[in-house]
Nanobody
């Protein structure tokens, strides 16, 4: 059974950066797309970025050019480097792999 644990969330000022990590235990990433999603208060969960099994990546429009998704060589940690954060980026960020979801990590953007 794959288990996903996110970390790296926290409070950041507008314009700041954060790096999120999702550690997989029980298996490795790689057979399916590995995704980051986010959910702001009162809003639906939305796609942020994905690493495909081929190694290609996809980004939501709002993430393109500001976020970088990556997978480590061991394929056990999925990362999301986020730059130039704004209030719109606040929310709970979730890691997803196949049917498995992590518990989420909170990102707060405030001065």
């Amino acid at each position: 059974q794959v288990r996903l644990v996110e970390s790296g969330g926290g409070l950041v000022q507008p314009g700041g950066s954060l790096r999120l990590a999702c550690a997989a235990s029980g298996s490795q990433f790689g057979a399916y797309p590995a995704n980051w999603y986010r959910q702001a208060p009162g809003k639906s969960r939305e796609f942020v970025a994905r690493v495909n099994p081929s190694g290609t990546v996809n980004y939501a429009d709002f993430a393109q050019g500001r976020f970088i998704i990556s997978l480590d060589n061991a394929k056990t940690t999925l990362s999301l480097q986020m730059y130039n954060l704004s209030d719109d980026d606040a929310g709970v960020y979730y890691c997803n792999y196949w049917e498995i979801w992590g518990q989420g990590t909170q990102v707060t953007v405030s001065s």
